[in-house]
């Protein structure tokens, strides 16, 4: 893990140029405490910068990489950030093919396959990465993201070139990179859900997971296409595997395994993070049987007992023999400085706290003395896990339409009404037009865009026109991966195209963790995994309304009792209404980021409706619609304070 940063202006270099790439490297260093690295070459009008996170090659593996002149890969640079799974096999193979390397680091595999494979050199890789490559030769740049966007890259295109960086805050330290802020992204950021490869500035762009841009240069610039490599391509319905179920267990089984005994590998101690959900549980208990020694399991621990799981995760590293770290928060850890520098490494804002509380378990880890974490992201995604999954199988599968299931759920979950279950029924033309259906998902955010219209200015209202962010996130999903799939095909897709790359492994993953220079590796995100659960039928990834059927079944041998039968719990961290401590602290942000006088400069809210909307909420005992308000605030005090931590 690192971070990665560049420009490539044909005809732009000029002296300033190195000092513009150190000053990019240097808003990175959280992401590479160990090294850094430049490759300037002014005859092309490049210049790359890494900062290095040492992980597996501790002692030979800086970056920049360059090619060899004696296996033809000499006119080829790259840097990379992230990992590269089952790199020995393929390093053995390049090897006989007659490449030569020239460090032990996995990122070299890059620029053989791609000197052997061209541009389908994609397919062959395996892991969590995002990475730039130069051809010399083509005088060709190749921006690559892993498939689900694990790690991050953002973009800029201007007139004389193209700058890159693993965050933002990189690309603004360039002085040619403008700092316009988009106002349909701040509307989104309002209502959380962003537009896949939108970010908050109009010049600035995330390259879409299992995407690259091949870039060229065309004249005194360059031309950029962009080309999905990857996608999450479910079976049509009646096209799924048709095997017994014990067979579909086995293959999970066995996909897992292999899937986690690649991630523990590291010249550096792995540890897991540990929750009370079958997945994380899941994971503790094979990578303690794979290592055959304990594995030092961190915890997040909360004080509202309904919201914590630390109990359920405790019984389970007992059960592995694990070395627990339980981290204990209180209401005062997830605001102040704390909640501000979430905002400044996430780079944008988040509905919940528990990305707060995910950036100070990263330091803990660190400061305990561990690199890199294992953990359970991608479960609920391909496993059908989600209490808003279950609710639109609930309501549209045939099976299950005509029980009170979907009743009985939303009961169980009461706790979470308002955030990620909606307390009333919405739908919208877009979402009906292109899946059939407004996924039950995003309708607790489309309630919270209802609730926010009418505290914007007068002046925000008119810069965004007509437009209707929820018919531009419907419009970004591809109908072809969409037409003849089944219910739960649909949702899932939906959400591993939006929420997935711009919340979990966003505020929930990457940038919390990287904050703080900790590698996080999430192993049911291996695509080898994501694609045999694509294909397994939804009635085994659900069954009987029991969620992820398949993967507690796979698991049952190393989960507790209690957790193979308890139905999914959200993660997250309790709300600010729902004690006077932090109420408490919440309003200290708000009398900082929502005073009067800034919200008249910003622009973006009404102060007078704003304000009658925040005492309303202080007066009022409704849970649901207090959660609603809880999220509206955290994301207006993101939006107030974002630019301003970015400088």
């Not at 403008?178 to 209502?191: G, I, T, Y």
């Not at 660190?366 to 391909?382: A, M, N, P």
């Amino acid at each position: 893990m690192c971070g990665i940063a560049g420009l490539w202006t044909p005809s732009g270099y000029n002296q300033d140029t190195p000092r513009h790439a150190e000053a990019m490297a240097d808003q990175l260093e959280h992401r590479g405490p160990d090294g850094r690295g430049f490759h300037f070459d002014a005859a092309n009008g490049l210049a790359i910068a890494h900062t290095r996170l040492s992980i597996i090659g501790l002692n030979a593996g800086e970056q920049p990489l360059h090619g060899r002149s004696d296996d033809g890969t000499g006119g080829i640079a790259a840097t990379v950030n992230g990992e590269f799974y089952d790199y020995k096999r393929l390093r053995g193979l390049l090897r006989t093919d007659g490449f030569q390397f020239s460090t032990k680091s996995d990122s070299e595999i890059a620029l053989k396959l791609y000197a052997k494979h061209g541009l389908d050199f994609v397919e062959h890789l395996r892991g969590e990465f995002a990475f730039a490559l130069f051809d010399e030769d083509r005088q060709r740049l190749v921006l690559v993201r892993d498939r689900f966007g694990i790690r991050p890259l953002f973009v800029h295109h201007g007139p004389r070139g193209i700058v890159w960086g693993s965050e933002i805050k990189a690309l603004l330290a360039h002085p040619d990179v403008p700092r316009d802020v988009c106002p349909k992204a701040q509307l989104h950021q309002m209502m959380q859900v962003m537009v896949p490869g939108m970010t908050l500035y109009e010049g600035i762009q995330a390259v879409k997971p299992g995407t690259m841009l091949i870039i060229e240069k065309a004249g005194d610039g360059v031309a950029v296409r962009e080309e999905r490599y990857w996608d999450a391509n479910f079976p049509r319905e009646g096209e799924h595997d048709v095997k017994s179920d014990e067979d579909h267990i086995e293959a999970v089984r066995a996909a897992l395994v292999e899937s986690i005994t690649f991630r523990l590998e590291a010249d550096v101690p792995v540890a897991c993070y540990l929750s009370g959900g079958i997945d994380s549980c899941s994971i503790l208990g094979m990578a303690a049987a794979i290592q055959q020694s304990p594995v030092k399991a961190f915890t997040i621990s909360f004080d509202d007992a309904r919201y914590d799981e630390a109990h359920i995760a405790t019984e389970m590293a007992q059960m592995a023999g694990a070395d627990q770290d339980i981290l204990k928060l209180k209401a005062e850890d997830l605001y102040g400085s704390n909640f501000e520098d979430a905002i400044r490494y996430s780079e944008r804002t988040f509905y919940n706290t528990l990305g707060v509380a995910k950036m100070l378990m990263s330091k803990h880890v660190r400061e305990v003395g561990y690199k890199v974490v294992i953990t359970g992201e991608g479960s609920d995604e391909l496993f059908g896990g989600y209490a808003q999954f279950k609710a639109d199988l609930f309501l549209h599968d045939p099976e299950y339409a005509a029980t009170p299931a979907a009743q009985e759920m939303r009961k169980r979950n009461a706790l979470f009404s308002g955030s990620v279950l909606a307390e009333e029924t919405i739908s919208h033309p877009a979402f009906e037009d292109v899946m059939g259906f407004t996924p039950s998902w995003i309708q607790p955010w489309m309630l919270t865009l209802e609730r926010v219209k009418p505290l914007l200015s007068e002046e925000f209202k008119a810069k965004l026109g007509d437009y209707d962010p929820i018919a531009a996130i419907a419009h970004s999903l591809d109908p072809a991966m969409l037409e003849g799939r089944h219910v739960l095909d649909k949702v899932q897709y939906s959400w591993i195209k939006t929420m997935l790359e711009g919340q979990i492994l966003n505020w929930g993953g990457d940038r919390v963790d990287m904050a703080n220079s900790l590698e996080s590796r999430p192993a049911f995100l291996d695509h080898h995994v994501a694609e045999l659960a694509m294909r397994i039928p939804p009635q085994v990834r659900v069954r009987g309304g029991v969620e992820k059927w398949v993967v507690r079944e796979a698991m049952k041998h190393v989960l507790p009792h209690v957790l193979y039968e308890r139905e999914k719990f959200a993660f997250m961290a309790p709300p600010a209404h729902t004690d006077a401590k932090k109420t408490a602290e919440i309003d200290k942000l708000i009398a900082r980021w929502l005073s009067p006088q800034r919200l008249a400069a910003k622009g973006l809210f009404d102060p007078a409706k704003l304000g009658a909307a925040i005492a309303d909420y202080r007066a009022s005992d409704d849970h649901a619609q207090n959660t609603r308000m809880d999220i509206i605030l955290n994301h207006a005090i993101g939006l107030h304070a974002v630019e301003e931590l970015l400088t």
